[in-house]
Each structure stands twice: as C-alpha cells, then as structure tokens.
C-alpha cells in the first residue's frame, strides 16, 4: 500500500490529515476540480472549508506534487504528477482517461520550424469515448 505521508515528505510538504485525504482521493479517482474535492472531503471532515482545499492543492502544485490539467470549457482538474502523457476528454460525458504520448516530435518539430523555446506540453484530445460514441 502506498505511504502517502512518505510521498507528502519526499515533496518537502507538511503532512496533515487534509493532504493525506486529497492524495488518496485523486489516487483513486484519477482527475478531480476543487468542487468535487470539497465534496469527497467533505464526508471525511464535515468542517472543512473550500479555502483549505484551495490552498492544500495549491501547494501541491507548486511543489509539483500535483499537476493542474486545464480543460477547455470545462474546470481545471488536479491529477497526481505522473511520467508525461496527454489527455483523452470526452465532449459529450467529461469523461478524462490518461494516454501515453511521447511529445518530444512535436517539441523537435516546433524548434525546426520556429523561434520559440517550448518548456512544457499539455495535450488534450477531444471526441467521444466509447460509452457515447
């Protein structure tokens, strides 16, 4: 079983039972926004406010312990950080499944072509998956 107060400290961030509690839900629900966060939470701890939410998942995310993925149209969602990879996004349900892509043709092709330096990729493909379609 995963020691998630192992992998709060290995990110140099201060384990409480709020962090522990947001780690296990996106561990076993993948993607998440703040809303559905709050809610989860919620059960565990009936006084929990959205502030504490927002400010616990921020500073997972500029430890880089979790990621932002920003859907368009749609809310942001926080995911664990995990080895590079796109997003599959379905338009009709929201339905969000991880796929591995290697992005690093894209990134080659962008400097052959251009001036510009890229830093960081975020793919998201949208359509239908396979319950809609």
Do not use: W
Not at 66 to 71: A, G, R, W, Y
Not at 81 to 109: M, P, R, W, Y
């Amino acid at each position: 079983m995963l020691s998630y107060a192992n992998l709060l400290k290995e990110y140099d961030l201060k384990v409480t039972p709020q962090r522990v509690a947001i780690v296990d839900e996106l561990y076993k629900n993948g993607h998440m926004n703040i809303d559905e966060l709050y809610r989860k939470l919620l059960e565990r701890f009936p006084s929990i406010s959205l502030a504490t939410i927002y400010k616990n998942v921020n500073a997972m995310v500029e430890k880089i312990f979790l990621s932002e993925v920003k859907i368009p149209n749609a809310k942001t969602v926080y995911e664990l950080i995990k080895t590079e990879h796109a997003h599959l996004v379905c338009n009709e349900c929201g339905f969000i499944e991880d796929i591995v892509l290697d992005s690093s043709d894209i990134v080659e092709q962008v400097s052959k072509t251009s001036k510009f330096k890229v830093d960081s990729t975020e793919i998201i493909l949208s359509g239908l998956c396979h319950k809609c379609k």
